[in-house]
């Protein structure tokens, strides 16, 4: 069964109660771009519980890339389980937010970050995130 059946009539993981094919999965699919800062980061973290990490590094501002492995970011998504995310405020271009899951050991952690974006060649792009 295709990722995209599986997630038929599921609540999207960015928790904002609408179904996942009509919330990040548009942007997942690649049917949609993000159309703000907002959406894009409510994406990746859906990309991040999907195990997504091609969109991830597609999402990553290309001056960034070079500072990423598409392996290590794969591989960190597939460690942890993905609870939830609450997004703590927001501008056009930033995102504060915390991101709960479990790690290896199913231990509760909370991944703070201060996001930062950029629109270019109409599309949303992560270009860096200030972390506690």
């Not at 907002?38 to 991040?48: G, H, P, Q």
């Not at 405020?89 to 201060?114: G, I, M, R, W």
Request: charge should be negative; aromatic fraction near 16%; hydrophobic fraction near 35%.
């Amino acid at each position: 069964m295709e990722k995209n059946q599986l997630m038929e009539n599921k609540k999207c993981f960015c928790d904002t109660g609408l179904l996942f094919e009509n919330c990040c999965g548009l942007y997942l699919s690649g049917n949609q771009k993000a159309p703000s800062a907002l959406a894009l980061m409510r994406s990746r973290y859906s990309a991040y519980a999907t195990h997504d990490a091609d969109y991830l590094m597609e999402t990553t501002h290309v001056s960034e890339r070079k500072y990423y492995s598409k392996a290590e970011i794969l591989r960190w998504a597939v460690s942890n389980k993905w609870q939830k995310l609450e997004i703590l405020s927001f501008t056009e271009n930033t995102v504060e937010f915390k991101a709960y899951f479990l790690d290896s050991n199913n231990n509760p952690q909370v991944h703070y970050e201060f996001s930062t974006f950029k629109f270019e060649n109409g599309a949303w792009y992560y270009v860096d995130g200030k972390f506690e």
